[in-house]
């Protein structure tokens, strides 16, 4: 890699982005100043999708509307100077030895791809996040890459503890800074990290056919950038290659297969300016209405790319309904409908999540969910003082909430399920549930009830009960339930989620409670 | 003396006599407990430490010293959820004060370790103080021990407070929706690993076979203020009491039982004292307990 400008600022952002990666995760403070969703807020395939699918105006969205505005005047900039995955295929595209260009992917993929995406976006199925490539690297490296290195480190200091035992502890300081800054907090394996760190992988094997093959022929946000890019003012002198040179087609990582520059494939890397053998490329500022080569997409794929897009959006739809049952969704997403159309399936609320409570659908939210965060109380649980999610959610699908706020959203309602939870099945006294429900009232309470023991003597259990109307759903009695395997109480989805109140709620501890009849009669 | 009257005699004898010497040591050590009251809590921890003879009489210069505060909860100070942090700091200065080499300070937490340790005040309150390590538990650091009680014969207890020369219990006294409280005894729990949730199902019983493992050279309640409802994590101020208070003993089960007092209990109304002072790790009655004012 050459040290000019581009390059330097590629690997600016390469490292902003993974900086802000490792922050974005909770360190000490209720607040997280700046995440990695920054480079979400800025990304106009997020804007285009969000504005699409849910048909309204998020003001967190101005970033990219400004990216936009930027890319239609300098062009297609974000490629060549910003994106951190392009820079990556920069980084190992000069060790990959090339074969030849493959063919399949020339001319209209990229537009059988982007077209599709948008279009279903209009008829509210918003999956562009899945192509997205800022997406592909936090997923690939948020499900794989930082657990793996997590897993690396932290086997290499347990076992270390095996070999040395407490002395170890002299190394505490080098290995706590590591852990504090770089390492997730837990080990936290995920479903689809194996496929998140294949399509990443598959995203860079493509260089084996020709330099940034990902962004020529597929990426959505490229190819959504290369339309904007049309109509920039900033344009090169010589257009095309000349007569009596041609050194342009080797140096360019995107254009000059058609033996012209391609104002939809320049990614102003400039590095034809700098390789010019006689200093004959210059990058200007014009205004011309001359239309530089045909307009791309043809109509054929026009309306070929849309019409598939309408088709995509009836069958990806589909969800059956005994899946909705364990559809928990982060605080705060009141509406599965409206969260799906916002949610980018960028991984970040997974990534941040204090208690590794959020997990990718695989298969749990149909198609459509592919990739949306679900929580699984039996992994984690919804920390009750915690808004980390919410605050790094770069469309707002997941909102941001003040602590009072969030505590009061409704993910679920728990319900015990008597044929597990000891104190009914067996008898005996357990209430860890009740321990930890976090509401200040307590939504899950007990009451003494005389029972008669499986070994045929009275005596007296604490019964726990569910108080809904105070129950948030955030599945801490699911989680530390002492059962093994299924707990004996489980939060399920629920349509209303309208917010909590703290309203003190009649208590039913003086009721008379019916003595069941002794199972033993001696 | 006939044959007859000899056997008689030393049968009643034999069956009396343990009760009489047990007796007979009870009067002679009775149980001290100390309440030190007032509104600076690190000048009443200390106080209390002193009436007890002094952090000298525990800690010995060059000791390895764990102080396990409650800090299990996502909670903060004023909600009574854990141990104050000025009392925690207070214990810990004294025990630095008598030259431990290190005191080290930890909790195995119910909510997120990150968000308890900074939110009860602890983890700040110790920082900067040196040879002091407020360190989040390790899961490798647990090692099964063989308790060989009646309810647990064996169970993953923290290498840190094996290995320590001295172990302080400091608690903060609650209302728990199980054991009714949660006080010495039952802060025990911040050392034991796996699925503790499983004791539960006899939680005295559990709570007694560990202590009678593992027992704590002195412990500290944090009586500062209590939580009276909704414990053991509360949440709401109206159920927290400020008293102003800090106990401390030698004895576990005399601290637990004075401390229910505050609560307008009985210490025989608490299933996890009555346990342990059967068991013999403890008094429990308030009469045969020495309460000293400070």
């Known amino acids: 890699m050459k040290r000019t400008p581009a390059r330097i600022c590629q690997l600016l952002f390469l490292a902003l982005f993974l900086i802000l990666f490792m922050q974005t995760e909770y360190r000490g403070r209720d607040e997280i100043n700046a995440a990695v969703n920054t480079f979400f807020r800025v990304n106009p395939l997020v804007l285009f999708s969000y504005l699409l699918a849910a048909k309204s105006w998020s003001w967190l969205l101005l970033p990219a509307l400004l990216m936009t505005l930027a890319t239609l005047i300098l062009g297609r900039f974000f490629c060549g100077w910003i994106c951190p995955l392009g820079t990556i295929l920069d980084l190992v595209s000069t060790r990959i030895r090339k074969t030849a260009p493959l063919r399949i992917l020339q001319g209209n993929t990229k537009y059988w791809l982007l077209l599709p995406l948008l279009t279903a976006s209009l008829f509210n199925l918003n999956v562009s996040g899945l192509f997205d490539p800022i997406a592909i690297l936090l997923r690939g490296l948020t499900f794989l890459l930082h657990p793996l290195l997590g897993l690396v480190s932290r086997s290499g200091w347990v076992s270390l503890y095996g070999l040395i035992g407490e002395r170890r502890d002299t190394l505490a300081p080098a290995y706590n800074l590591i852990r504090d800054n770089m390492l997730p907090f837990r080990d936290a394996l995920y479903p689809l990290a194996l496929l998140s760190g294949m399509i990443l992988l598959a995203v860079i094997a493509l260089e084996r056919f020709e330099t940034r093959t990902w962004c020529r022929t597929l990426c959505p946000l490229g190819t959504l950038l290369g339309w904007l890019a049309r109509f920039s003012l900033l344009r090169r002198t010589p257009t095309g290659l000349c007569a009596d040179c041609g050194v342009c087609r080797d140096i360019c990582p995107t254009s000059f297969r058609q033996g012209?520059?391609?104002?939809?494939?320049?990614?102003?890397c400039l590095d034809c300016q700098d390789g010019c053998p006689h200093g004959r490329i210059s990058f200007r500022p014009k205004l011309t209405?001359?239309?530089?080569g045909p307009l791309r997409p043809e109509r054929r794929v026009l309306?070929?790319?849309?019409?598939?897009?309408?088709?995509?959006?009836?069958?990806?739809?589909?969800?059956?309904?005994?899946?909705?049952?364990?559809?928990?969704?982060?605080?705060?997403?009141?509406?599965?409908?409206?969260?799906?159309?916002?949610?980018?399936?960028?991984?970040?609320?997974?990534?941040?999540?204090?208690?590794?409570a959020l997990y990718p659908a695989a298969?749990?939210?149909?198609?459509?969910?592919?990739?949306?965060?679900?929580?699984?109380p039996r992994l984690g649980y919804c920390e009750y003082n915690c808004t980390l999610c919410g605050q790094v959610c770069p469309t707002g699908a997941i909102p941001s909430l003040l602590v009072e706020s969030k505590r009061r959203e409704v993910i679920g309602k728990a319900v015990f399920d008597k044929n597990h939870c000891l104190p009914f099945a067996r008898k005996i006294d357990c209430i860890v549930c009740e321990e930890h429900c976090p509401i200040p009232e307590k939504a899950i309470r007990s009451r003494e009830v005389p029972t008669v023991g499986l070994d045929g003597l009275p005596r007296i259990v604490k019964e726990p009960y569910l108080v809904e109307d105070i129950c948030?759903?955030?599945?801490?009695?699911?989680?530390?339930?002492?059962?093994?395997?299924?707990?004996?109480?489980?939060?399920?989805?629920v349509k209303n989620r309208t917010p909590i109140s703290y309203k003190p709620v009649r208590q039913p501890e003086n009721q008379p409670v019916s003595q069941p009849e002794n199972p033993y009669p001696s | 003396?006939?044959?007859?009257?000899?056997?008689?005699?030393?049968?009643?004898?034999?069956?009396?006599?343990?009760?009489?010497?047990?007796?007979?040591?009870?009067?002679?050590?009775?149980?001290?407990?100390?309440?030190?009251?007032?509104?600076?809590?690190?000048?009443?921890?200390?106080?209390?430490?002193?009436?007890?003879?002094?952090?000298?009489?525990?800690?010995?210069p060059g000791n390895v010293v764990v102080v396990k505060p409650n800090m299990g909860w996502d909670r903060s100070v004023e909600l009574a959820a854990n141990t104050h942090p000025l009392v925690v700091r207070a214990v810990v200065e004294e025990c630095l004060a008598a030259g431990a080499k290190k005191v080290k300070v930890f909790d195995n937490t119910c909510n997120d370790a990150r968000r308890c340790y900074v939110n009860s005040g602890i983890e700040n309150a110790l920082k900067g103080l040196k040879n002091v390590d407020c360190k989040q538990i390790e899961t490798e650091r647990f090692s099964k021990v063989t308790l060989n009680g009646q309810f647990l014969k064996e169970w993953e207890l923290y290498d840190e407070a094996l290995t320590a020369d001295v172990y302080i219990n400091v608690p903060v006294a609650k209302h728990h929706g199980l054991s009714k409280l949660t006080l010495g005894l039952k802060n025990i729990m911040g050392i034991m690993g796996g699925k503790r949730g499983y004791i539960h199902r006899d939680l005295e019983v559990a709570l007694a076979d560990v202590n009678a493992h593992f027992k704590s050279h002195l412990t500290i309640i944090d009586a500062t203020r209590?939580?009276?409802?909704?414990?053991?994590?509360?949440?709401?101020?109206?159920?927290?009491?400020?008293?102003?208070?800090?106990?401390?003993?030698?004895?576990?089960?005399?601290?637990?039982?004075?401390?229910?007092?505050?609560?307008?209990?009985?210490?025989?109304?608490?299933?996890v004292t009555v346990a342990a002072h059967k068991r013999g790790l403890g008094e429990m009655d308030l009469s045969k307990i020495r309460v000293f004012r400070a």
């Open chain 1, 472 to 493: 948030n759903g955030c599945g801490i009695c699911e989680n530390v339930c002492p059962l093994e395997s299924k707990a004996g109480i489980e939060v399920f989805a």
């Open chain 2, 226 to 271: 209590i939580l009276t409802n909704h414990g053991p994590q509360g949440g709401n101020i109206a159920d927290v009491k400020v008293l102003n208070k800090v106990i401390a003993s030698v004895d576990v089960v005399a601290a637990d039982a004075f401390a229910t007092t505050l609560f307008g209990l009985k210490p025989s109304d608490i299933a």
């Open chain 2, 1 to 60: 003396m006939d044959r007859r009257t000899f056997l008689k005699a030393s049968g009643a004898a034999s069956l009396l006599a343990p009760i009489l010497i047990r007796k007979a040591l009870a009067a002679r050590e009775q149980p001290l407990v100390v309440v030190a009251e007032g509104s600076d809590y690190a000048a009443i921890t200390r106080k209390a430490i002193n009436a007890l003879g002094g952090i000298k009489k525990f800690v010995k």
């Open chain 1, 260 to 268: 012209h520059l391609d104002k939809e494939e320049c990614v102003l």
């Open chain 1, 289 to 292: 209405l001359k239309r530089a």
């Open chain 1, 363 to 376: 298969y749990q939210a149909g198609l459509e969910g592919f990739y949306t965060p679900l929580l699984i």
């Open chain 1, 303 to 356: 309306l070929g790319g849309m019409a598939a897009g309408l088709m995509l959006a009836i069958p990806a739809r589909f969800r059956s309904p005994e899946k909705e049952s364990k559809l928990l969704r982060p605080p705060g997403v009141r509406s599965e409908d409206e969260f799906l159309k916002k949610c980018v399936r960028c991984g970040e609320c997974m990534k941040v999540c204090l208690k590794n």
